[in-house]
């Protein structure tokens, strides 16, 4: 498979799944709206600061991993599907010689609904962040994308996991 076709596989790849991979950088700017839930249990100010710092952190996770093609990155940020689809990312990068950095600019995140019994968290994040794609260390794509998701969690022992991660369209 030449190059051009990986970095359309990569970013064909990219497109549905990846999102902005958090550098908690000071120009990275985070806004978190008031929780608009619907039908299900209240949801705790230390519930809600809990889940965004692990969304959050699970970008720092996403970042490394693509930008180093290592899936060991992913853990334990990311299960299921969002973790299924990353690696798939990972392997198609990685057999084409290529890595992806991301550079977050802005988050604005709405928690929309919280499980009744806990165990799941959806909420939507508008993302705009910087995208290149590589060939060792030379840059073959940059763009800016704005780029809508749809995000689930579910706790574990320990933190909050991504489990589904889908971009969708307003």
């Given amino acids: 498979m030449g190059w051009c076709s990986v ?3 990569v970013m064909v790849l990219n497109c549905g799944l990846l999102f902005s991979a958090t550098t908690l950088a000071s120009e990275s700017s985070v806004h ?4 608009l839930l619907q039908g299900s249990r209240p949801l705790e100010q230390q519930t809600e ?3 965004v710092h692990d969304y959050l952190h699970s970008w720092e996770r996403m970042r490394q991993a693509l930008d180093q093609n290592r899936l060991t990155d992913l853990d334990p940020a990311f299960i299921g599907a ?3 689809r990353l690696a ?3 392997s198609a990068q990685s057999r084409g010689g290529l890595h992806t950095r991301y550079q977050d600019r802005a988050h604005d ?3 929309l609904f919280y499980s009744p019994e806990g165990l799941s968290i959806q909420m939507i994040d508008n993302v705009e962040y910087q995208e290149q794609i590589l060939r060792k260390d030379k840059v073959l794509v940059t763009k800016l994308i704005h780029q809508h998701y749809l995000v ?3 706790p574990s022992d320990v933190q909050w996991q991504v489990r589904i991660l889908q971009a ?3």
Avoid: S
């Avoid at 978190?32 to 929780?35: G, L, Q």
């Fill in 7 to 9: 970095i359309t596989a």
């Fill in 32 to 35: 978190v709206e008031p929780a």
């Fill in 49 to 51: 600061t809990a889940v």
């Fill in 82 to 84: 969002a973790r299924d």
């Fill in 88 to 90: 798939e990312t990972i």
């Fill in 109 to 111: 995140i709405q928690i």
């Fill in 152 to 154: 689930v969690l579910t």
């Fill in 168 to 170: 969708t369209y307003k």
